[in-house]
């Protein structure tokens, strides 16, 4: 019996700048997300121009050079790298006769195929009908399709000419039962923080490694793969330390360049473990020739959320590709340190810095404590780094313990 494979549908990346250095990059960065999503970008056409055309955002010149393009290449769609208007949406799909895309489309697609929790199926089920509520009217064949983008993922995989309204209900519906996760987060939250326990939340661009760093420290155990969005719903984990302390871990999505909005609103509640965390961990591909702007885009994020005044750990992973290169820094971060989650280079070390954040806001205590306070040993146990001794006169307590406790 001979076996068939799925073609991959073949698309032409269109994108404008300023200069053709970020434009490229960019580009580059929409091929590797055309691939994560099961395409393949062919070619790459480029327009040096300070502002979008209103009615199609390259200009007419060029959408005919495209037009050309894909009658030569035979490809299958157009993706272009910023999120398009209905309008500017009808009226190039009209000039192309093709498939048309914007970058938004794309990443919606991947975090279709990439939610595998409850939570993140409503999230992203929600930030897709935000994206099409606002496009309707430019969407006519692009909607027609069974997909609406690159396979048949999510929302695209139902009735596709759902009018306004439909969409609407459904949204309410959604961030409703969006809600009601959040509650459940709400909860969870509060309970760490009776319990004093130390949280971290580990954030950076997308495949810098976080997911590869969780693994390490925690076997975790999730999917840690060399592609954009490899993995989407966040992982906490306990991670138990060299000292004795215990802290827990969260995994968040990744950030990226021209992140859509309605991702972010989405997914607020998600990325909002950072807003509660005693630490962030930011973790940057060092090996990345692009990686300082990568960081800026992480901390434009991070502001977007209003996650500040956190102290921050930039740790440069990949360090064991690094040979030969400059010199790397993070301005906006507590602390650096040079890292390798795949060999393990320099975890110890990232091992004690911890270990001092979670000091700072701790006291050292070394005393002796009656039998009829071992409830408060107890606690102290689960919030702190201590060691304890039983004795005859009571429980001796020598270690760090949270100062909320009130042991100063």
Do not use: W
Not at 13 to 29: F, P, Q
Not at 319 to 336: H, M, N, Q, S, Y
Not at 349 to 373: C, G, H, T, W
Not at 386 to 403: A, L, M, N, P, S
Request: charged fraction near 30%.
């Amino acid at each position: 019996m001979q076996e068939t494979t799925k073609k991959k549908e073949r698309f032409i990346l269109a994108g404008i700048g300023t200069d053709e250095d970020t434009i490229s990059a960019s580009l580059d960065e929409l091929a590797e997300l055309v691939k994560t999503a099961g395409g393949e970008g062919i070619l790459k056409i480029m327009q040096i121009r300070e502002n979008r055309h209103p009615q199609v955002y390259m200009g007419t010149g060029k959408i005919a050079e495209i037009k050309r393009q894909v009658e030569i290449s035979e490809v299958d769609g157009v993706v272009f790298d910023d999120e398009l208007t209905a309008s500017q949406l009808s009226n190039i799909e009209g000039m192309l006769g093709c498939k048309v895309m914007d970058r938004t489309m794309v990443i919606l697609d991947i975090f279709a195929a990439h939610a595998g929790s409850a939570e993140g199926s409503i999230q992203v089920e929600l930030a897709q009908l935000q994206y099409r509520a606002t496009h309707l009217v430019g969407m006519g064949k692009v909607l027609s399709r069974l997909g609406g983008g690159i396979g048949t993922r999510g929302p695209g995989e139902k009735k596709l000419e759902i009018d306004r309204r439909r969409i609407h209900d459904r949204i309410s519906q959604l961030k409703k039962e969006l809600r009601e996760v959040e509650k459940h987060r709400e909860l969870t939250r509060a309970k760490r923080s009776r319990n004093h326990e130390f949280c971290i939340s580990i954030v950076g661009y997308t495949n810098a490694g976080k997911s590869t760093l969780l693994n390490k420290l925690t076997n975790a155990g999730i999917l840690a793969e060399d592609m954009l969005f490899a993995t989407l719903d966040p992982t906490t984990r306990e991670y138990k330390l060299p000292g004795g302390g215990k802290v827990l871990i969260t995994d968040t999505v990744g950030f990226i360049r021209k992140l859509p909005h309605n991702l972010i609103d989405a997914f607020k509640s998600t990325l909002e473990e950072a807003v509660y965390a005693d630490l962030i961990l930011h973790v940057v591909d060092a090996a990345d020739e692009s990686r300082d702007k990568h960081m800026d885009t992480v901390y434009k994020t991070l502001d977007e959320l209003g996650i500040t005044g956190k102290p921050i750990l930039t740790l440069f992973n990949k360090c064991d590709l690094l040979v030969g290169r400059d010199k790397v820094i993070d301005f906006r971060a507590d602390k650096t340190l040079k890292i390798s989650a795949k060999t393990g280079e320099g975890i110890d070390q990232l091992d004690k810095v911890i270990e001092d954040f979670m000091n700072a806001d701790r006291v050292y205590i070394d005393r002796l404590f009656p039998f009829s306070e071992a409830g408060l040993v107890a606690r102290m146990h689960e919030s702190g780094s201590i060691k304890e001794e039983y004795r005859e006169d009571g429980i001796y307590v020598q270690g760090y313990v949270k100062k909320e406790l009130g042991l100063e």
